[in-house]
């Protein structure tokens, strides 16, 4: 098993670009999820999915949109690029009774 | 709403001693789960160690035990036998039980180990 792998590692883009960063996991977990990670406020949630076809917001969604197309892939899209988005971006998953979620080692997003 | 504090944003500790990391969250629910998460500089995300809150008995893992206080709404770490491996963020999360579709983390606590 590879885990949860997150793709690129880093990426620095211009304000008002967009891209999208890519999750996926080969454990068969219902749930996904994507958490921003930023100086002194810890991990919080931008978007979530249950299964396939199913995602919701969480505490942090604008300026981020999400798709889930597949168990396997859960990919976060940035559709304009802004500085306030320059953090470190980590997907995480487990099954849908699961008590842990198993974290991607992140994609680090600097937005000049 | 769930929330989760870490009132010590930095630590040290000398190689071979024991720390406690202080974590207090605030949540309406009756079942919910605990963690302490250790990030160290390669930034991956570990799990350290987890308590149901329906559990008494404190959760052990090796080095790292809880200390778990659910009247208080206190969730502290310790870690004995300090290893400078340990050096790294620590961050104490709460999700509900059932339908927990949030991890709350608290701020973090930075810590390092001292040889």
């Known amino acids: 098993n590879a885990g949860v792998t997150q793709t690129p590692k880093f990426q620095v883009l211009k304000t008002g670009q967009s891209m999208t960063l890519q999750c996926a996991q080969d454990?068969?977990?219902?749930?996904m999820s994507w958490y921003r990670q930023d100086p002194g406020m810890g991990l919080r949630l931008i978007h979530y999915?249950?299964?396939?076809?199913?995602?919701d917001q969480g505490e942090v969604p604008n300026g981020y949109n999400v798709s889930r197309s597949t168990t396997e892939d859960f990919p976060l899209r940035l559709l304009s690029a802004a500085p306030s988005q320059t953090s470190v971006y980590f997907c995480?998953?487990?099954?849908?009774?699961?008590?842990?979620?198993?974290f991607g080692p992140g994609t680090r997003l600097l937005v000049l | 709403a769930q929330t989760v504090t870490q009132s010590q944003p930095e630590m040290s500790v000398q190689e071979a001693e024991t720390v406690t990391l202080s974590c207090t969250y605030d949540t309406s629910e009756n079942n919910y789960y605990l963690f302490w998460y250790k990030q160290p500089p390669s930034r991956q995300m570990i799990l350290v160690i987890r308590?149901?809150?329906?559990?008494?008995q404190n959760a052990t893992e090796n080095r790292f035990s809880v200390n778990f206080q659910k009247a208080a709404k206190s969730f502290s770490l310790k870690i004995s036998d300090s290893q400078l491996g340990d050096t790294a963020m620590y961050f104490c999360a709460t999700r509900r039980m059932e339908y927990g579709n949030k991890l709350v983390f608290g701020a973090g606590t930075i810590l390092r180990v001292k040889s």
């Open positions: 999915s249950v299964g396939a076809g199913i995602t």
């Open positions: 995480a998953s487990r099954t849908t009774g699961g008590k842990t979620q198993y």
């Open positions: 308590q149901e809150a329906y559990k008494q």
């Open positions: 454990m068969n977990h219902e749930y």
